[in-house]
């Protein structure tokens, strides 16, 4: 099984800035994409940013467009998030996902669109 080690969160000030650092380890695997997903406290997961493993194309939530930036390094299967101009409502426990087959970006908006998922990261934004 892959295992997906997120790293980077932290508690910051608003306005500060993060990024945040998913490798994947364990057997070899195919990777189609990987995401950031977020969970603040007493509401659901939602949706960050994905980005394709071929190509680069990327997709963004319109809640984080602008400030969040998606990146990886296909050679270590490691996706990167940064996170720009902060504020207290992106406080939330990020996650990391992968998925190994290919899937329409509907798909990837979406929690049941991976098959691997990390341990998440808190971030903490205080005002």
């Known amino acids: 099984q892959v295992q997906l080690i997120e790293s980077g969160g932290g508690l910051v000030q608003a306005g500060d800035s993060l990024r945040l650092s998913c490798a994947a380890s364990?057997?070899?695997?195919?990777?189609?994409?990987m995401g950031w997903f977020r969970q603040a406290s007493g509401k659901e997961r939602e949706f960050v940013a994905t980005?394709?493993?071929?190509?680069?194309?990327?997709y963004y939530a319109d809640s984080v467009k602008g400030r969040f930036t998606i990146s990886g390094d296909n050679a270590k299967n490691t996706v990167y998030l940064q996170i720009n101009v902060l504020n207290p409502e992106d406080t939330a426990v990020y996650y990391c996902?992968?998925?190994?087959?290919?899937?329409?970006?509907?798909?990837?908006?979406?929690?049941?669109?991976?098959?691997?998922w990390g341990q998440g990261t808190q971030v903490t934004v205080s005002s």
């Open positions: 996902a992968a998925r190994s087959s290919w899937g329409p970006p509907l798909m990837l908006r979406n929690n049941y669109g991976y098959d691997y």
């Open positions: 980005i394709m493993w071929s190509g680069g194309r990327t």
């Open positions: 364990g057997r070899a695997f195919s990777t189609y994409a």
